[in-house]
């Protein structure tokens, strides 16, 4: 895998740099298209898909589902990757220049797309989103302590690193099924807002990819051995919270149901049907794949102690060498 060195990085990000006034916030969303591509979303993979829901109830389920992911997007780059690496700066200033300049862009970056998602969230649903950012999305106690607690020492409660690399690389993936949805006929059409916004978002992720794994160089890999197993469960613990369906995602099929009294006597069914995509059911497949995070499975084969954590909650992921002499 081929990295660009720091200064490099830093350069491309201040010759890309764009105002988010190029996107057309002006047209609004449009409320008769979908906002997210299907295929990445969990209901998509059930059978009560096509078996139960009409055409309205299904871009209902896609429009509350992107409105989840916008919120996911301003929780990890608000509440949390600033948070933390504005912790990092004094030290980051000790190692190198270059090293700052890029957690200082990175920083303003992420601050610009918080706007953005904020902005795609109050022209999607105004009453809800007028005056808070989160409605499926609901942090409990200790997961904001443990956020406290990184800020604080974010070289020795590294593992915010990886889900950094995870989350960041996700974003890439978005935007490809976005152009693949919109090229593909068969499929619905999106919102053009929705698609712009995971593309200027995809633009500046592209290169924090590139410094999560600077920074998995020079802080993960230089950990002692017991910091790291530390990390590594803690890594296993976030990470089984996020892959399966659950919380948020049931909330999202609750509020489907609430929306439309014809499928309100089927929330049940619903809400199981999307909690037993796991393991190695279609969604996860189409969420988590070597295809989805080229990056992100390559740092697992090669620090095969995360790999071999990671395939505890990615029962998608396969350690490349397995792969190759299976
Ligand atoms: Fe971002
Ligand atoms: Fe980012």
Redesign the pocket.
């Known amino acids: 895998m081929t990295l660009p060195d720091l200064k490099t990085i830093a350069e491309h990000a201040r010759k890309d740099a764009y105002s988010i006034e190029r996107i057309q916030w002006h047209k609004g969303v449009d409320t008769s298209l979908f906002y997210f591509p299907e295929v990445l979303t969990p209901l998509f993979h059930c059978p009560s898909y096509s078996g139960v829901l009409n055409a309205d109830e299904r871009r209902t389920y896609n429009q509350l589902f992107a409105q989840y992911v916008s919120e996911q997007f301003i929780f990890l ?1 608000d509440r949390f ?1 600033c948070k933390v690496v504005e912790g990092l700066l004094p030290w980051a200033a000790g190692v190198s220049f270059e090293l700052r300049s890029c957690l200082e862009i ?1 920083l303003e ?2 601050i610009k ?1 918080t706007e953005m998602f904020r902005r795609l969230l109050k022209l999607s649903n105004p009453e809800r989103y007028a005056t808070q950012d989160f409605y499926f999305l609901r942090l409990k106690k200790h997961e904001d302590n443990l956020i406290k607690a990184m800020a604080q020492v974010p070289r020795q409660l590294n593992f915010w690193i990886w889900v950094a690399l995870l989350f ?1 690389e996700k ?1 890439i993936d978005y935007f490809s099924h976005y152009r693949m949805q919109q090229r593909d006929n068969s499929k619905a059409s999106l919102d053009t807002l929705h698609y712009q916004v995971h593309q200027f978002h995809m633009l ?2 592209a290169r ?1 990819v590139q410094i999560d794994e600077h920074l998995l160089k020079y802080i993960f890999e230089q950990s002692p051995s017991f910091i790291r197993s530390i990390n590594t469960f803690l890594l296993r613990k976030a990470m089984a919270n996020y892959t399966e369906p659950k919380r948020a995602n049931i909330l999202i099929v609750e509020e489907l149901c609430a929306i439309h009294p014809r499928i309100r006597s089927q929330v049940n069914r619903l809400a199981n049907e999307v909690r037993a995509q796991r393991g190695q059911s279609p969604y996860q497949q189409a969420q988590f794949s070597r295809k989805n995070f080229p990056k992100t499975f390559s740092y697992f084969d090669f620090y095969s102690d995360i790999g071999e954590a990671m395939r505890g909650v990615i029962k998608t992921y396969v350690p490349e060498e397995e792969r190759k002499s299976a």
Request: hydrophobic fraction near 20%; glycine fraction near 0%; charge should be negative.
């Open positions: 780059e990757l990175f970056e992420e797309h960041e974003t500046d992720e924090h």
